[in-house]
């Protein structure tokens, strides 16, 4: 008796094929989400440890808070070069991880101690724990924040998600030329004629990434972190009281959260 042996038709292989891709362009996303969700974990935990270690340093340091540079610009003090250190290098004896300032869903990112590669770290210190303010032509007002002075730790920012990449590079987006500083974190524009606008998000300067699904991942003042849709983040536009600083406008944001921690406005 002679055994038939039948094959798989030309096309029916390709009705196969076709099949597979199909349910491959229709699985991939679902697997890039799931990739991007672990991450966007990952980076949650890492500000959580950060922030754990920062309240090692407040203990350690009479309760004042680290600014983000070893020195501000006030004479005689002279301007950081490119050693100069910056708040990750503060906190490494107590983080002993280097990788923990990086987010892994950054794509510009690596570690950096120090002034010269601050554009490199992609999780940023809130401004306004280390700011200084001109008053004049070459003078300075530095903020140095006391644990004392925050009164509302639980919605107060401290860590979030910044937009790193080489500091001698602006953001294409930003049309202020401002280059990367994904050390640093605001939801306004704090340079000089900024104040009052918000920040321009996965721009250059003290700006916020959203590159977790169009969200921001927040470590607050008492310790819990939590995802946002960044652009509830910056300021809602709502007018300011009269004689209120114009700077305030940073803590008028649909997320509710405080950004100006050292400062005290109509709204607190």
């Known amino acids: 008796m002679r055994v038939s042996h039948k094959g798989f038709t030309l096309i029916e292989l390709l009705v196969v094929i076709a099949i597979i891709a199909v349910l491959a362009a229709l699985l991939f996303p679902v697997f890039s989400a799931a990739r991007e969700k672990a991450r966007a974990t990952t980076c949650l935990s890492n500000m959580r440890q950060i922030n754990t270690a920062l309240s090692l340093y407040v203990q350690d340091y009479d309760e004042m808070y680290p600014g983000y540079v070893e020195r501000t610009f006030i004479p005689p003090n002279p301007e950081p070069n490119a050693d100069t250190l910056i708040w990750t290098s503060f906190l490494l004896p107590y983080t002993r991880n280097e990788q923990i300032v990086l987010c892994p869903s950054a794509s510009q990112t690596r570690w950096s101690g120090t002034w010269g590669g601050r554009g490199w770290v992609s999780i940023g210190y809130n401004t306004h724990f280390g700011e200084w303010f001109r008053v004049g ?28 990449g080489d500091l001698a590079v602006a953001p294409p987006n930003d049309s202020r030329g401002y280059t990367y500083r994904g050390y640093l974190i605001s939801n306004y524009d704090t340079r000089v004629g900024g104040c009052g606008r918000a920040t321009v998000i996965n721009g250059g300067g003290d700006t916020l990434s959203d590159r977790h ?35 305030c406008t940073a803590d008028h944001n649909p997320a509710g959260l405080k950004w100006l921690v050292a400062h005290q406005c109509n709204g607190d």
């Open 137 to 164: 032509s070459d003078q300075n007002t530095p903020i140095r924040v006391r644990l004392s002075q925050l009164q509302r730790p639980a919605i107060s920012v401290v860590f979030g998600d910044g937009s790193s």
């Open 213 to 247: 699904s169009g969200g921001t991942n927040i470590a607050l003042v008492d310790g819990h972190t939590k995802w946002y849709v960044t652009t509830r983040l910056l300021p809602d536009g709502a007018p300011l009281a009269s004689g209120e600083w114009c700077m």
